[in-house]
Structures are given as structure tokens and as C-alpha cells.
């Protein structure tokens, strides 16, 4: 039987492999450098280098949350938009994920 951190290791080094512009792995060390975040901030910090909508933002923070599964969310009230963290256990992994990524962009 496979391992979760093995299935989650899986699923980190598929997604940066689609990363055609940057992006992808831009917002994984995003999270790894302010550990937890709103999409409006990470839009705010995002926009500075890339052209990209709110909604894109969300839709790959949704993604990264429900299926890699290396973010956890908590809401303060219905008032108060959700705030994503990354799951410290998972910080190795995206960074190991991450600099293997930016070596075979570079190799191609």
C-alpha cells in the first residue's frame, strides 16, 4: 500500500510538471515563504509578476487545497474569507518538488 506523503509527493511533482509560465510553482513558494494566506493577499502578491485573475488565484489555491492536499483552510466567521496555511509536514516535499521542478525547466 502506497503512503499518503508518497501520493502527496506524486501529485506535487504533476502539478509543477504543467507549470508552463512559472505559476504554479510561484504560488507553492508563496506558501512556503508566508505559511498561511487569503486568496486576496495571494492575489495581491501574485499580480506583481504575473497577469492572472482573482478567480484563477482561487481556482488554483481549490485545487492545490482539495486535491494535493497540502493546505488546510480555517474560517473565523461567514464574515471573514477562509485563510489557507500549509500543512508542515508537506514543506519538504513542496521544496524538494519545487527545486527538482526548476531543474528539468531548465534541462528542457
Known sequence: MES??????R???R???LDVNGLRSHILSKFLSVKE???DELH???TEKYEISRSAVASMVGYIYSKIGILRSHKESYKTPIVYSL????????????ES???????V
Not at 87 to 98: G, T
Not at 101 to 107: C, E, K, N
Request: hydrophobic share 40%.
Open 4 to 9: 499518503i506523503r508518497s501520493k502527496i509527493k
Open 11 to 13: 501529485r506535487l511533482q
Open 15 to 17: 502539478f509543477i510538471e
Open 37 to 39: 494566506t487569503t486568496v
Open 44 to 46: 495581491a502578491s501574485i
Open 87 to 98: 500543512k508542515e509536514e508537506y514543506a519538504d516535499l513542496i521544496r524538494s518538488a519545487l
Open 101 to 107: 521542478g526548476s531543474t528539468q525547466q531548465l534541462a
